[in-house]
């Protein structure tokens, strides 16, 4: 959960362990904390994703703040038991407002040796570890390099190492089911949930739900699943070696009024989509191909036929996008989704919607670049791309969503300008808030906006003898739209094409007035999109500012947070327009000695802030695939102050 | 859902979503104000006339009916329909195509393109959207030849073509492109040459009545990069021995006097062609362009020899009906609603776990 307001600051990574108490009916301390940090890690196969989502559902229900970063390697089942193959899942959860997934967890569950060896390093010393110790066979260590057993050779002491042979106990406690050693064994990431839940003061309710439900048609692997998550709970409450569990109290003070859930980046942007659809009243249409991270937008977008949305899986990223533009020129509100490889494929297309000034809205969740890249990471190297990736002057709006549940809001307002102002969008999102979640105030309907249109429906210009005609490229003149005529309307009967068009009556001309002519217009038309001033959180007049976009969000308000408790003085804003920019902009800047633009790339918001408002930005980068972490976004800043 | 509307009184059942026209329509209905801008000579302009002269025979409110090109000579053909028209870019008319039938029932589309738009770039979008029977009437001017570029050799032209850009003749074997439509799944196939117009235009009426997606090959003049390509076929003494027309139900002979005809090989099961003789009368073939198997229609394709092109088969190939996808998808969101009940945008936010924070 994040918002503007400002919110007790984000503390140092240690868990902070308030009171201690044993509670009725058990002999165990009860520890109270503000917040954990918890990975889970396994094996691709171990189900980790579904371990993390399940734990983050309970603890979203719970009401705890939450931010989640799933992490995974691209392929689908790396070898087993490898480095490349472990796929891990962490979820920061507090009785307060956070924003990021956290820096470092409090606590690691390691499913075999490469989950332990992969993610050891990111542990702060006394970080507990639960490990599965029937993973770590003498082969399986030797596989990813450990000549000793780490979990005997000291190499695990300041940690605090809970061994429990997981597996064994999996398989121990569904001996009553009818199931072969290998199916009971693959409910251990189940077990593990369900220890989990019990040292986290868990509700249990939902998770059990989710299994009947999703084993509805094999019950006896529900009622297996079901069986080793109580056993895990159990485990936990009478085994000797966890000694004490925790609590930490939902948020209550951190969320304004209202009904919650917890949302990931690609659902919310799928939901807003189809509301931007119900309120400009036309059938959404997806035109895509697919493509990791976008992939689930389209999963998502075919489950909602009954919302008249129609889904379109082409045959290539060109397709889809082509589809897409065919459907808008038909009247739907048309969307094409992919990554940073399909957006290079869809530049010649995105140059016909330009010059053809039909709505369509082009999602980019970026990832990993260049070419293939990292594309299960996240990186946000696309905005240049996204900015002048066409042949010709072909300007494009451009819209950035901050946090998983603000993809919603983007999606309404990269809606907004593509059908008030007749234009391609596009919408940057990138694997990072695609898949990780936070908690989503659930707005009511009647808060959504007004995205209604008017078809073209008569002629709309009067010809020197007086007749009444229809021009295709007679432009509003406020926003500087063209008319939207609709196949199907009578009398408005006409052609339009990527070949350069003569302003108003849209027929092809080379002229060398009209192409400069029209050059400029549509570069007037994107320049003049009303977009609201950027709000800058300044309490305490500071020299510096930092600017950030997009999902680094989260990292870089945890960090200006760190650095006020710490009493230094630094200004926050964070853009959500890239094209155009707010008005206000060039006066925030101006107003501070020193700009300081952390991104997920080499420097390309800063490139364009450079070059439009000759500020000496600094630019602070990082691509390795992952989002930043508040404390070494803090001392990056911190040096920029000081320097 | 079916095909027939109460709303359409279309006399074609393919095209019974579309509205009909209030008025009898002529062909100068279908012209629009723009000047035509083709080679004088071309044989553009003998499918332009056809195609406007035709127009007026489907009797539908032209405002629903849209022509979709790329890029080349024959893709500025929507420019002269005074209907909707969309010239897009190179090789991609298809999906955009296919994003305007599917999201609009309501509506004719037709797609114009040329053998390098649609065999070379577009090659792609073309197979998929024959393969996925989206309701769209596809004509594709194949020249042999990139006229717009100044003469450049085709995915069509035949090998060891001396062009521009081969000085020492082309390497690449070309297509055939009924071969390809067929081996793509597509439903109807037909070919048929520029300057026949009551061929082109019979040819155009079954496309228009067809359910799903047409692929048209027009055999076209490009008088300035590879003039007479397809004189063979248009001269009338030499059509005699080159033109081989396909007519559904009818043996399959041609030559003066219908002297030639075309049998089965017993050995091979391939096509031939032979001398008819009172012997062999019985084992012409007759020509089922209804055929489930796409087999004889494929063989029939090949019977042409690309470099004279005798024995050229022109006319309908194949003819069948196939589900469409533009009504399975719109049968697909009539049945989610059936079942889940009209989209509650207000549920479906509302979905999920939820908690309540209150004041």
């Known amino acids: 959960m994040t918002s503007q307001v400002s919110s007790p600051a984000e503390q140092a990574d240690e868990a902070v362990v308030g009171e201690q108490r044993k509670p009725a009916g058990t002999t165990k301390d009860v520890r109270r904390l503000d917040r954990v940090i918890i990975r889970f890690a396994g094996d691709s196969g171990d189900g980790m994703q579904l371990t993390g989502d399940r734990f983050t559902s309970e603890t979203a229900t719970f009401g705890n703040d939450l931010s989640t970063l799933p992490n995974f390697p691209a392929e689908i089942r790396a070898p087993a038991g490898t480095l490349p193959g472990v796929s891990s899942f962490q979820l920061h959860f507090a009785d307060h407002d956070i924003l990021t997934p956290g820096d470092a967890p409090n606590v690691l569950v390691a499913m075999n040796p490469a989950a332990l060896k992969a993610n050891l390093a990111d542990l702060p010393r006394g970080a507990e570890i639960i490990v599965n110790t029937d993973e770590f066979t003498k082969r399986a260590m030797q596989k990813v390099g450990y000549d000793t057993s780490p979990l005997e050779d000291g190499s695990l002491d300041g940690y605090s190492l809970h061994p429990v042979p997981l597996t064994t106990l999996t398989v121990e406690a569904l001996k009553e089911f009818d199931l072969t050693r290998k199916e009971a064994e693959r409910s251990k990431n189940m077990f593990a949930l369900g220890l989990l839940s019990w040292m986290y003061h868990r509700p249990t309710e939902g998770t059990e739900k989710f299994l009947k439900s999703k084993f509805a048609k094999k019950p006896d692997i529900a009622a297996a699943n079901i069986a080793a998550f109580r056993a895990g709970w159990n485990f936990g409450e009478t085994t000797e070696d966890f000694a004490v569990s925790y609590e930490i109290a939902p948020a209550t003070t951190a969320f304004p009024v209202g009904t919650y859930r917890n949302i990931s980046g690609n659902l919310a942007l799928s939901y807003g989509l189809v509301a931007a659809s119900r309120q400009a009243d036309l059938p959404l249409y997806l035109g895509s191909y697919p493509i990791t991270p976008a992939s689930d937008i389209l999963h998502e977008l075919s489950r909602h036929k009954n919302f008249g949305v129609r889904t379109f899986q082409a045959e290539d990223e060109i397709a889809g996008i082509g589809a897409a533009l065919g459907a808008a020129f038909g009247g739907s509100l048309a969307v094409t989704t992919t990554s940073g490889p399909g957006v290079a494929l869809k530049s010649e297309s995105i140059g016909l919607a330009v010059s053809l000034e039909l709505p369509l809205l082009v999602i980019d969740i970026q990832r990993g670049g ?274 | 859902m079916p095909e027939t509307s109460t709303e359409g009184t279309g006399t074609i059942e393919a095209l019974s979503l579309v509205p009909k026209a209030e008025a009898r329509q002529s062909m100068k209905d279908f012209k629009s104000d723009q000047e035509v801008r083709w080679c004088p000579g071309c044989g553009d302009y003998a499918i332009l006339a056809a195609v406007q002269g035709f127009m007026p025979e489907l009797g539908l409110a032209k405002e629903n009916i849209v022509f979709v090109s790329g890029i080349g000579c024959s893709s500025r053909f929507p420019y002269y329909m005074n209907t909707y028209g969309m010239h897009s870019i190179h090789g991609r008319a298809p999906a955009i195509a296919t994003g305007l039938a599917t999201s609009r029932r309501d509506l004719s589309v037709w797609v114009v393109t040329g053998d390098g738009d649609a065999l070379s770039i577009g090659g792609n979008h073309l197979i998929h959207a024959l393969r996925r029977n989206v309701n769209l009437k596809i004509l594709l001017f194949n020249n042999r030849i990139y006229g717009l570029t100044k003469g450049q050799y085709s995915p069509t032209s035949e090998v060891g073509k001396i062009t521009k850009s081969t000085p020492m003749g082309s390497l690449d074997a070309p297509f055939n492109p009924v071969s390809l439509a067929i081996g793509a799944e597509a439903s109807f196939v037909a070919r048929t040459v520029d300057s026949d117009r009551k061929h082109l235009t019979q040819v155009l009426r079954e496309a228009a009545a067809h359910r799903g997606t047409a692929l048209i090959e027009i055999y076209q003049n490009c008088n300035i990069f590879n003039d007479g390509a397809f004189e063979v076929l248009k001269d009338r003494q030499q059509a005699e021995e080159a033109v081989i027309r396909l007519e559904h139900g009818q043996p399959i002979r041609f030559g003066t006097d219908g002297s030639r005809g075309v049998v089965r090989d017993a050995q091979t099961g391939d096509l031939k062609v032979v001398t008819v003789t009172p012997e062999n009368e019985s084992q012409i073939l007759v020509h089922d362009a209804r055929s489930a198997s796409p087999t004889t229609a494929f063989a029939l394709s090949r019977l042409a020899d690309p470099d004279t092109l005798h024995h050229t088969p022109i006319g309908v190939f194949r003819s069948v009906e196939r589900p469409v996808y533009d009504t399975q998808m719109a049968d697909q969101l009539d049945s989610a609603i059936e079942q889940n009940g009209k989209g509650d945008l207000a549920a479906l936010l509302a979905g999920g776990d939820t908690w309540t924070v209150v004041g």
């Open chain 1, 370 to 643: 260049p070419s293939t890249g990292l594309p299960t990471k996240t990186e946000q190297a696309d905005l240049l791309q996204a900015m002048f990736g066409r042949n010709g002057e072909a300007p494009v709006p451009i819209v950035a969503p901050c946090t998983p549940a603000d993809c919603f809001d983007a999606a309404l307002e990269a809606a907004r300008i593509a059908l008030t102002y007749r234009t391609p969008v596009m919408l940057l999102s990138d694997g990072y808030l695609a898949n990780g979640s936070e908690p989503w105030r659930i707005p009511e309907l009647d808060e959504l906006p007004d995205l209604t249109v008017q078809f073209a429906q008569g002629p709309n210009h009067t010809l020197d003898d007086g007749s009444e005609v229809f021009w295709p490229y007679k432009r509003d003149p406020q926003t500087l739209a063209r008319p939207w005529a609709i196949p199907g309307t009578p009398g408005l009967e006409h052609r339009i094409g990527g070949i350069e068009k003569e302003d108003g009556t849209g027929n092809i001309s080379y002229a060398p007035a009209n192409h400069d002519f029209m050059v400029r217009t549509r570069q007037a038309k994107i320049d003049g999109i009303e977009v609201p001033d950027l709000e800058v959180d300044d309490p305490h007049e500071a020299k510096t500012l930092v600017l950030g976009w997009g999902s680094t969000y989260g990292p870089i308000t945890a960090a200006v947070r760190r650095l006020r408790t710490a009493g230094e003085s630094i200004a926050q804003a964070h853009l959500r327009h890239l094209n155009p920019f707010p008005r206000n902009l060039g006066v925030v800047l101006g107003r501070y000695e020193k700009v300081v633009i952390p991104e997920m790339n080499l420097g390309q918001l800063a490139t364009l802030i450079r070059a439009k408002y000759l500020v000496d930005a600094h630019s602070y980068n990082q691509v390795n695939g992952m989002p930043f972490k508040a404390e070494q976004l803090a001392k990056a800043l911190k040096e920029a102050i000081d320097a």
